[in-house]
Structure formats: structure tokens, C-alpha cells
């Protein structure tokens, strides 16, 4: 199964508030990237950020719900 980002986010907080809702409307749901981001300073920002990623054939409703829904408040 290939997973494609579908959000990337500095804040851990961020990243997790986006998997949890795509995870309540039934997504498949893999972080990347998270753990390092807590262990390195400056790590995530190196690697483009921690990766919210679903399965290549659910991007489309993925990134749907995540537009609908609008970024997490940690990240405005």
C-alpha cells in the first residue's frame, strides 16, 4: 500500500489533531517523521515537517475533509 502526505505540520499537536479526524471518518492513517521531530531539534523542519499520510486512493477525501474543515488552531 503506498501512502501519500496529505498535511504536513511543525507541531506535533497539529499533526495529531488531523489524524484523529481523519481516523473518526474512517481513513487509514500514517504519521511520519513524528517521532524524530521530538527527539531532534529542528529535525522535522529538515524533513519537510511530520507527514499525515493516507492511502493513494483515498487523497481526494482526505484532503476534501481536511479543506472542510479548515487547518488546526495550532497551526494559524
Known amino acids: 500500500m503506498e501512502f501519500v502526505t496529505v498535511f504536513s505540520a511543525f507541531s506535533p499537536a497539529a ?34 515537517g511530520i507527514l499525515v499520510q493516507v492511502p493513494e486512493d483515498q487523497v481526494a477525501e482526505a484532503r476534501a475533509l481536511i479543506d472542510s474543515e479548515g487547518p488546526p488552531a495550532c497551526e494559524q
Open 15 to 48: 499533526a495529531e489533531l488531523v489524524r484523529s479526524r481523519l481516523e473518526a471518518n474512517q481513513f487509514v492513517v500514517n504519521i511520519k517523521n513524528e517521532t524524530a521531530a521530538l527527539s531532534m531539534d529542528g529535525y522535522a523542519m529538515a524533513a519537510g
